[in-house]
């Protein structure tokens, strides 16, 4: 089951904390369950984890994407096309893949007035083993920051903690605590907890939402 309930979604954070992939899950998993899906990636440094560098992956699950202009070239400075704007509009499912350090809130910023017309869910991905926002408090600092500069609120929080291939069930268990007092400071509710598909013994958890890992360094 799809676990989004709004057109128009957007999954920010802080570097690292896993939100390319999150995006990638979210839009295949609406794509299988025959919806139109556009993911927008808004990501124009990070070059090793922009959800438009998957694109073939996700053209053959059905998902549309819109990425930065020369986001698979050498050049330096990608820029965002304009079909953004028309997805945001007038799309059907829309997932946004926001970059995690500031020049990713600041283009989100550009389409702030936009997004939030469309009444979207703003999903924060928190990772507790993540550094900078290994307490709760500094990933409550963190949101803050990117609310300030996106010129948006967030409206849930995902806890995508891992620990790459090292993720195993004791990783996810022991970070729900953390992500559940990000929940209460923040008062947004904790949508979810997510798990590699490969990690045992997590089926019949509540609030567990199982995950492939399509992102992946170089060097993994």
């Known amino acids: 089951m799809v676990p989004l309930k709004e057109r128009v979604n957007v999954v920010c954070g802080h570097y690292g904390t896993g939100k390319t992939n999150l995006s990638i899950n979210l839009a295949i998993e609406c794509a299988r369950a025959g919806e139109d899906v ?19 992956v996700l053209t053959k699950e059905g998902v549309k994407v819109i990425g930065p202009n020369f986001a698979n070239t050498n050049l330096d ?4 096309p304009g079909a953004i704007s028309g997805a945001i509009e007038m799309g059907e499912r829309v997932i946004v893949d926001v970059g995690g350090d500031d020049a990713g809130a600041t283009a989100l910023g550009v389409y702030s007035r936009l997004i939030n017309e469309a009444r979207p869910e703003v999903i924060y ?6 550094s900078l ?20 609120r967030a409206t849930a929080i995902v806890n995508n ?15 729900i605590p ?3 007092e990000v929940s209460r400071l923040t008062g947004l509710p904790l949508l979810f907890t997510t798990a590699p598909r490969d990690v045992p013994l997590l089926n019949n958890k509540d609030r567990i939402h199982q995950i492939d890992v399509y992102v992946r360094t170089p060097w993994e």
Do not use: M, W
Not at 39 to 56: E, G, H, T
Not at 77 to 80: F, I, M, V
Not at 133 to 152: D, K, N, S
């Open 38 to 56: 556009t993911l927008i990636d808004l990501d124009v440094v990070n070059p090793y984890f922009r959800s438009a560098d998957y694109s073939d």
């Open 77 to 80: 400075t990608p820029s965002l």
């Open 125 to 130: 991905v928190v990772n507790r083993y993540r």
């Open 161 to 175: 903690s891992h620990l790459k291939q090292s993720t195993d069930a004791r990783t996810v268990e022991d970070s």
């Open 133 to 152: 926002t290994t307490t709760a408090q500094e990933a409550v600092e963190i949101l803050g920051e990117i609310e300030r500069t996106a010129r948006i």
């Open 178 to 180: 953390f992500a559940e």
